[in-house]
């Protein structure tokens, strides 16, 4: 169990690997200490004891975030270890996950709760993704989930490895995958969506799959997105 101190208040976990579509993903959840000890908990992983042991150390868990439609395997698990955190999730997991009591539906701006801390923002022009991104301003610490993925060759097979540096998602080279890239079809909306990110106070950068950048993320982001310039 791996635990990683991001910046004051903010740490990363990793998680087990999963296959989404016999596609194997790496996995990462974070954890956000908010005032009062409030634990503001990003994707998260499976709960094995010793995660919950060392989350259980950093403060109270009081909300479960699911930041888009295809983040929510381990919820379940977690709603039932903490029946008070609230569980919010990005639009559309309300319907795909009804056997899960939802407590609010992510929208465009932060929730009161965490709007000191927490920025967000959808990012827009998807058919497919409609990723809810978030920015830690205290830590100045942007958190992505699937937009951009930098997997670690350690981690994968020959094939996998071929497969991924195709698609434009293995490290250190990663980036946008470039099957997401082909849904993303209103350009204008998501030109809009960067640089309203871009726009954010952040110099590191959390992903869900892969190697984390801990510098210059903003450049990092803008290179990875320069396809979609006009
Ligand atoms: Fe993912």
């Known amino acids: 169990m791996s635990i990683n101190q991001v ?4 740490w990363c976990i990793d998680g087990d690997p999963v296959k989404m ?20 908990v990003h994707s998260p992983v499976q709960p094995i004891p010793d995660r919950i042991k060392a989350i259980n150390s950093l403060g109270q868990v009081t909300y479960l975030i699911a930041p888009n439609v295809f983040h929510h395997l381990s919820l379940d698990q977690w709603a039932a270890k903490y029946p008070h955190a609230k569980l919010w999730g990005a639009e559309g ?13 992510l929208k465009e701006r932060p929730e009161m709760e965490w709007e000191d801390e927490i920025d967000q923002l959808y990012f827009q022009g998807s058919k497919i993704l409609k990723e809810m991104v978030f920015l ?12 951009i993925q930098n997997h670690d ?11 991924k ?13 470039k099957d997401l890239r082909l849904t993303i079809r209103d350009k204008v909306k998501a030109r809009a969506s960067l640089n309203q990110i871009l726009s954010w106070d952040f110099e590191k950068l ?3 799959h892969g190697l984390c950048i801990e510098k210059e993320a903003k450049n990092y982001v803008a290179g990875c997105f320069s396809w979609l310039k006009g």
């Not at 205290?138 to 958190?143: A, F, H, Q, V």
């Not at 994968?156 to 071929?162: D, L, R, V």
């Open 153 to 163: 060759p350690k981690n994968e097979t020959a094939i996998w490895k071929m497969i």
């Open 206 to 208: 959390i992903i869900s």
């Open 165 to 177: 540096k195709m698609n434009g998602v293995l490290a250190p080279h990663g980036g946008v995958p």
């Open 21 to 40: 579509l016999t596609i194997p993903f790496q996995t990462r959840m974070t954890v956000i200490r908010l005032a009062g000890d409030k634990l503001w």
């Open 136 to 147: 830690h301003k205290p830590s100045k610490t942007l958190i992505l989930t699937d937009l």
């Open 7 to 10: 910046g004051k208040n903010i």
């Open 93 to 105: 997991l309300q319907y795909k996950r009804k056997d899960l009591k939802w407590d609010g539906v």
